[in-house]
């Protein structure tokens, strides 16, 4: 992963742009990134493509994510999302909607995606520490505020 850095005007914190190179893994390569650089909070956006990805659907019925695997190569037409914590180790929470050969799209909760010729995120930290609690009644850690 590539990264460069500059200072925001408005919040006066850096922003984080990045490049994933073909090969690498996007949640667990940004997770890797904002534990190195203590980032406990962050919104993030993408674009780029994939050669394979796995999308999810989280059930609320039986608490559970249905994963879908996708063969590419796919466009990221969109990846958002953000960091957190859980338990202090630091998390990811991305969504993306991928574009095949016919410009169909398939859209979910990103669980793991292989980048094919590029990614581009631009990771915005933010001035808190994002925090996530799990809820009993929803099955998930969500974010504690
Ligand atoms: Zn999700």
Partial sequence: MCEENHADDH??????ILRL???????????????????L????????????ATLALYDLGNKE???KDLDGPLEIANLVGNIGTHKGEVTAH??????????????GHLSKAIVAATCEIRLEPLDIELKRKHNKEIGLNLINI
């Fill in 41 to 52: 909070g962050a919104w993030v956006q993408g674009i780029g493509a994939v050669e394979s």
């Fill in 65 to 67: 994510y249905h994963n």
């Fill in 21 to 39: 190179d073909k090969g690498e893994e996007i949640v667990s390569s940004l997770v890797e990134f904002c534990k190195e650089n203590e980032i």
């Fill in 94 to 107: 991305l969504h993306a909607t991928l574009g095949d050969k016919d410009m169909k799209a398939y859209a």
């Fill in 11 to 16: 919040h006066g914190s850096e922003i984080y």
